[in-house]
């Protein structure tokens, strides 16, 4: 069994207990909109359980939607990400219409909490702390951020199309009748689906520090996962600009890192939809969402820095 050094057991313990932090805050806001929404009057008018069985049956969804985000904000992993993310920011624009409609002071609390959870769900290092929280054994993952073109063209209109499909079945549910909340549904909740599955998949690229190196994990760049060994990777630092490493960042925007090879590997490279080339390369470049994390992370961890 490989011995763990003391200054490495107190890095990760602080490390710990920054996630827990993290983990506990947004967990703790979501349950204060879910407070002052219950006590503090805030759902629509219109919304309100009645006689209507459809009125009622909307506010049991929105209620088991909130228990849903709950859960994922308790558990771990690249799904539960995803969900708390959809679900807080979906959260907090409706307390946000809600607070621009009153002047009652639960209304402001309420969207106070709820901006401060986009805040912390948005964070990278909340979404490493939900990543290594489903990690094995003594493993650290580090999300890599996602493509320039992804990022602006597809994140926010699928986080709108996650959130629509599933709000349009019971909105129409509510003010049209039963016959139009099925149609709404019917068409509503697949198209969440399809959009939510895109965003968790995002949220499966990773770096992961491994016992004995690095592991490469992104579908958008190679076929299969791609395991660097710590025997052959020769240095790790920020890349420079006239670098001629092959690029598997997949375009990302920020600081990219450079893993240099003790020598040539064969690597499966993504070149589109359902297509990847065998190549050799020497170097190859990742975007990690914490770059300075994984530096430092990789210095505990013996690999060499440049």
């Known amino acids: 069994m490989a011995v763990v050094p003391s200054d490495q057991r107190a890095a990760e313990r602080l490390e710990s207990r920054k996630a827990l932090t993290l983990r506990l805050s947004v967990t703790g806001a979501w349950l204060t909109v879910g407070s002052v929404s219950l006590f503090g ?3 629509h008018p219109a ?18 939607g909130y228990a849903v985000v709950l859960a994922a904000l308790l558990l771990a992993g690249a799904r539960a990400l995803a ?25 402001w609390v309420a969207m106070l909490a709820g901006l401060f959870g986009v805040v912390v769900v948005l964070l990278p290092a909340y979404a490493q702390c939900q990543l290594d929280a489903a990690s094995y054994g003594d493993e650290r993952r580090f ?54 599955h895109v965003l968790h998949r995002l949220g499966r690229r990773w770096l992961v520090f491994v016992p004995n190196g690095l592991v490469v994990h992104d579908h958008l760049a190679v076929a299969e996962p791609l395991p660097l060994g710590r025997r052959s990777i020769a240095s790790l630092g920020p890349a420079p600009a006239d670098t001629t490493a092959t690029d598997l960042s997949a375009q990302a925007l920020g600081m990219a890192l450079e893993i240099r090879l003790v020598q040539p590997a064969k690597v499966a490279v993504v070149t589109g939809r359902g297509r990847s080339e065998q190549k050799s390369v020497d170097a190859l470049l990742v975007s990690p969402s914490r770059p300075a994390a994984v530096l430092a992370t990789a210095q505990r961890r013996g690999l060499k820095l440049e």
């Open 83 to 107: 969900i708390a993310r959809i679900g807080v920011c979906a959260g907090a624009s409706q307390l946000a219409a809600a607070a621009v409609s009153t002047t009652a002071a639960a209304g």
């Open 47 to 64: 919304l309100r359980p009645d006689s209507s069985a459809a009125h009622t049956t909307v506010i049991v969804a929105m209620w088991i």
């Open 143 to 196: 999300l890599l951020r996602p493509p320039a073109v992804v990022l602006f063209a597809l994140v926010v209109p699928l986080w709108v199309v996650s959130v629509a499909g599933l709000a349009v079945g019971p909105l129409l549910l509510a003010g049209s009748g039963w016959k139009a909340g099925i149609i709404g549904a019917a068409a509503g909740f697949p198209a969440a689906a399809f959009a939510a």
């Open 41 to 43: 009057d805030l759902i």
